[in-house]
C-alpha cells in the first residue's frame, strides 16, 4: 500500500499545475498579475536600449563599462528575454536570474549616483539606482518562488 501511496503521491506531483504552486491561499491570479506588471516594467527599459541601441552603448561607455558594444545588446536581450519568460512562466529560474543578473549589472554601472558631482543629476542617478534596487527585490522573489517548483 505504502508504494501505491507514494506512486499516487508522485503522479501528483507531476501533473502539478503553475496555477497549484502559485495558489499559496488562493493568491495565483495576484501573484500572475505581479509577474506581468513586473515583467512589463523591465521588459520595457529593455526594448527602449534596443531602439536606440548606439546611444544605448555611448551612453554605457560615458560610465567605463567595458566592451560596452558587446555587454550593453547582450544584457539588453537577457532583460528581455528573461522579462517575457517571467510573464510567460517559462523557464522561470533561468528567466527571474537572466533579468536578475541585467539589473544588478546595469544598476552597479549605470546608476552610479556616488560618482556625481552635479546635484540634481546625481539625485537622478540615486532614483534610479533605488527603483533599480526594488526590481532586484522583486526579481530575487521570482527566483526564490521559480526555486520551490
Do not use: C
Amino acid at each position: 500500500m505504502t508504494d501505491t501511496k507514494s506512486q499516487v503521491e508522485e503522479m501528483q506531483s507531476e501533473t502539478e499545475t503553475e496555477t497549484d504552486v502559485a495558489d499559496d491561499g488562493g493568491h495565483g491570479v495576484i501573484l500572475k498579475l505581479a509577474r506581468l506588471l513586473f515583467g512589463v516594467a523591465v521588459g520595457y527599459a529593455t526594448v527602449t536600449n534596443f531602439k536606440d541601441m548606439e546611444g544605448s552603448i555611448g551612453y554605457a561607455q560615458s560610465k567605463n563599462v567595458p566592451n560596452a558594444e558587446t555587454l550593453v545588446p547582450f544584457a539588453s536581450g537577457m532583460g528581455t528575454v528573461g522579462s517575457l519568460g517571467l510573464i510567460l512562466w517559462r523557464a522561470p529560474v533561468l528567466s527571474a536570474g537572466a533579468v536578475f543578473a541585467y539589473l544588478v549589472g546595469v544598476t552597479a554601472f549605470m546608476h552610479d549616483f556616488w560618482n556625481i558631482d552635479d546635484e540634481m543629476e546625481s539625485q537622478n542617478e540615486l532614483y534610479h539606482f533605488l527603483k533599480n534596487v526594488g526590481l532586484i527585490g522583486g526579481a530575487l522573489a521570482f527566483l526564490i518562488h521559480a526555486g520551490k517548483k
